[in-house]
């Protein structure tokens, strides 16, 4: 989940708003357009990736499914049209979107047309701006895109006017345009991005992919359906506490939560907050690489950004999963309360690993191997951490007379959390957010320790199937109250699986696990080691090389 408000022009930041944002959405350029003859452009600015071959095809209508390196492949060397790809996407959207509400605020039909035409009237000049040239692109509705309105899900509810339209673009945003993408619209999410289930005043719910009756996740819950159902190419997420994660996982996408400072953001405080991450959502591991490198690199305003060159993440090698060492955590030996299905179904695919080779042992503690961090210590720890920076994120809401009447009680949660403490035992302090630091220290070291003897670590995207958006008295469902006759105390504890990768800083890649007897999807989060992107994307790359639950389990709603 994550927490991220727009920031707005002056006036906005004098009543608050513009104090609230992680990180402010203000970048400078990060690349350029590279004109070239066309039969060189693709030299000059592409990635450099074994791109495949794309014919034209006879019906233009199956544009939308081909993946993003084929899309872009077909864009560079013009066997379609960039208004062709528009106008499919656009047809597609209208025919799917209504069933889902994945992607809002969608520009009118007459201009994006007009912004493909442009696109190709460049190709036509030689310039190739790069691998998104004339992409369909949506952002998830907390960063801005200049000229369009930042809502978070929040600002435009009843009580609470829009924001005006965002003068500058968010750094991932201005990344992804230079890329050559066009900007469509955005993509829901929960309000201030707090929750794993997509709904808000704003926009309405997002249902999911597979079952528009059942939750689609969060925060990233839009951009994951709206991938799952080829309305866009590739998407953008956020996560603080599994949103990128848990959407993939229950829409049998795709999903990655890079490295700290592996995708920077700008703005606001740039030293202590450490829980929120930006990555890809993609259908298939060459994707999501091309998305991560297209948002990964070092800029100077983000002290805390990595260095290495973006173009590492542009080759996947297709490795086997032979030989590959796997620490299988599952629900930690009883400790996470977890639904059969979910058990069912990532047991099975760990027994499938096993047969391709994958040297897979079951681990019940988190200090296996050593260390000081215990299975018990996860949720206090995670608490004081989670309450500090969500809910200092949110006070300037929550502070606000004119906007805390209409603040949900998910965001209320935190920020009281933050100023009451845990069950009632008095407000946060310095030290104990120095004793959860310590603890989040241990866990790292004992994660490293555990490293030396395996290659992944994995674990259940979320400890429940989806569930219902409506209830069968007709109420809305916000988070499941229990697993397993286990009370959830909180929104988020039914999700305490995902706080283990946020906690360590690590990349945490979201792959298809596999279909329970419900016929819904269920993932699993793959832990690497520190920095190591590059090896989960790759790990991903040889599992759906075998499995093909993407290709193969089509959502009912575009099935053939």
């Not at 930041?13 to 104090?19: A, N």
């Not at 944002?21 to 203000?26: C, F, N, Q």
């Not at 305490?496 to 906690?503: F, N, P, R, S, Y």
């Amino acid at each position: 989940m994550a927490s991220q408000q727009p920031s707005g022009p002056r006036s906005d930041v004098q009543g608050g708003l513009g104090r609230l944002s992680r990180r402010s959405l203000v970048a400078g350029a990060t690349t350029a357009a590279v004109t070239v003859g066309v039969a060189g452009a693709a030299r000059a600015a592409a990635p450099e990736v074994a791109w495949p071959k794309v014919e034209r095809p006879a019906d233009l209508r199956r544009i939308v499914w081909w993946s993003a390196a084929e899309l872009a492949v077909a864009i560079r060397q013009r066997k379609v049209s960039c208004v062709e790809v528009m106008t499919a996407y656009l047809d597609h959207i209208d025919e799917v979107n209504p069933a889902v509400n994945a992607i809002v605020a969608l520009r009118p039909r007459a201009e994006l047309l007009a912004e493909a035409a442009e696109k190709d009237a460049l190709l036509a000049k030689g310039t190739y701006q790069g691998w998104m040239h004339g992409f369909p692109q949506a952002v998830k509705d907390q960063w801005n895109v200049k000229g369009m309105t930042t809502t978070v899900g929040f600002f435009g509810q009843p009580g609470v006017p829009f924001n005006p339209p965002a003068t500058s673009d968010a750094l991932l945003v201005e990344r992804i345009r230079a890329a050559g993408a066009i900007f469509i619209g955005k993509t829901n999410l929960p309000e201030f991005g707090v929750g794993s289930h997509t709904y808000n005043l704003v926009y309405g719910t997002t249902g999911n992919a597979y079952d528009p009756t059942k939750s689609a996740g969060g925060s990233s819950g839009g951009a994951a359906a709206a991938v799952a159902l080829r309305m866009l190419p590739v998407a953008d997420g956020s996560d603080f506490f599994g949103s990128l994660r848990n959407p993939p996982g229950w829409n049998n996408v795709l999903g990655l939560r890079p490295s700290f400072g592996r995708t920077p953001e700008l703005g606001g405080e740039q030293f202590v907050q450490h829980g929120g991450a930006t990555g890809p959502i993609a259908r298939d591991a060459r994707d999501l690489s091309l998305l991560l490198s297209t948002m990964a690199g070092y800029d100077a305003r983000v002290p805390l950004s990595l260095e290495d060159d973006p173009k590492a993440f542009t080759t996947v090698r297709r490795t086997s999963l032979r030989g590959v060492k796997v620490a299988w955590m599952a629900d930690l030996g009883g400790y996470l309360p977890t639904e059969p299905e979910v058990l069912a179904v990532t047991g099975a695919a760990v027994d499938r690993m096993r047969a391709l080779g994958a040297k897979v042992d079951r681990i019940d503690k988190l200090n296996q191997v050593g260390g000081t961090f215990t299975n018990a210590d996860l949720w206090p720890t995670w608490l004081v951490f989670r309450h500090w920076i969500s809910g200092s994120l949110n006070f300037p809401v929550y502070a606000n007379p004119a906007w805390k009447p209409y603040v949900k009680p998910e965001t209320t949660y935190e920020v009281e959390g933050l100023l009451n403490g845990i069950d009632g035992q008095g407000p946060i302090t310095a030290q104990e957010v120095w004793n959860a630091s310590s603890k989040r220290t241990a866990l790292y070291q004992s994660f490293r320790l555990l490293f030396e003897k395996y290659d992944y670590v994995l674990l259940p995207t979320a400890q429940v199937m989806p569930f219902d958006n409506v209830d069968g008295e007709g109420n809305e469902v916000h988070w499941p109250k229990e697993i397993n006759g286990v009370p959830m105390a909180t929104y988020h504890r039914w999700m305490e699986v995902t706080a283990i990768g946020t906690l360590l800083g690590a990349p945490t890649l979201a792959m298809p696990a596999g279909f329970g007897t419900s016929g819904m999807p269920i993932g699993f989060q793959v832990i690497g080691r520190n920095h190591d992107d590059a090896g989960v994307i790759e790990f991903a790359a040889a599992w759906e090389r075998e499995t093909r639950f993407v290709q193969e389990h089509l959502p009912p709603l575009i099935a053939p």
